[in-house]
């Protein structure tokens, strides 16, 4: 059974930090891993994303050089590194892995989500 298990959400005041972390389990083959955020009334949006096989990272275009994205391959975990936190970074954040069970075709698998709220 696929389980992703996100900790680390909360309050913080604007300029502050927090570290989410995603501990996946039951996954064979992780191929990309990711956090996604949303607010209400709007789409899911990519927030960053680490590709296994290389390494490579990608982020918005709004969080880049204050986020980071990271894994740790012993723990199946991913996390995400907030610094100088806004506002407008308050939503939900979910992490994702796109990865397969076994020989079954690779698809996404999501979290139940972890609520991040920047305010004074």
């Known amino acids: 059974q696929v389980q992703l298990v996100e900790s680390g959400g909360g309050l913080v005041q604007p300029g502050g930090s927090l570290r989410l972390a995603c501990a996946a389990s039951?996954?064979?083959?992780?191929?990309?891993m990711g956090w996604y955020r949303q607010t209400p009334g709007t789409q899911r949006e990519l927030v960053a994303v680490?590709?296994?096989?290389?390494?490579?990272?990608a982020y918005a275009d709004a969080v880049k050089g204050r986020f980071t994205i990271s894994r740790d391959n012993a723990k199946n975990t991913v996390y995400l590194q907030m610094n100088s936190l806004k506002p407008e970074d308050t939503a939900l954040y979910y992490c994702?892995?796109?990865?397969?069970?076994?020989?079954?075709?690779?698809?996404?698998?999501w979290g139940q989500g972890t609520q991040v709220t920047v305010s004074s």
């Open positions: 994702n892995v796109y990865g397969r069970v076994g020989w079954a075709t690779p698809r996404n698998y």
């Open positions: 039951g996954i064979s083959s992780f191929l990309n």
């Open positions: 680490l590709v296994s096989g290389g390494g490579s990272t």
